[in-house]
C-alpha cells in the first residue's frame, strides 16, 4: 500500500489573501470612529429618488398615450 496521508494537513494562505489581511488589519486600527447613522437623512434621499421616478414613469406614459391616441387617429377611416 501506499503512504499514508496524516489527516493533520496545512493549508498555505494565498500571497493575496494574506496581503489582504495584513491591509485590513493595519487599516482598522487606523480608522476613526463611524459616524453615527442619520435614518432621516436617508430617507429624504429614498423620497427624493422615489419621486425622480415617478416623474419619469409618469412622462413614458404619457407619451405612450400620446402615440397611442395618434395611432388611432391615423388608423380610423374618417
Not at 50 to 75: F, K, N, P, Q
Amino acid at each position: 500500500m501506499g503512504a499514508a496521508r496524516s489527516m493533520c494537513v496545512r493549508r498555505r494562505t494565498s500571497k493575496s489573501r494574506r496581503r489582504r489581511q495584513k491591509t485590513s488589519k493595519r487599516l482598522g486600527a487606523s480608522q476613526p470612529e463611524r459616524i453615527e447613522y442619520d435614518e432621516s437623512a436617508e430617507l429624504e434621499e429614498t423620497d427624493r429618488l422615489l419621486l425622480s421616478a415617478l416623474r419619469y414613469w409618469e412622462v413614458r406614459h404619457d407619451l405612450i398615450e400620446e402615440r397611442i391616441a395618434a395611432i388611432r387617429s391615423v388608423s380610423v377611416p374618417s
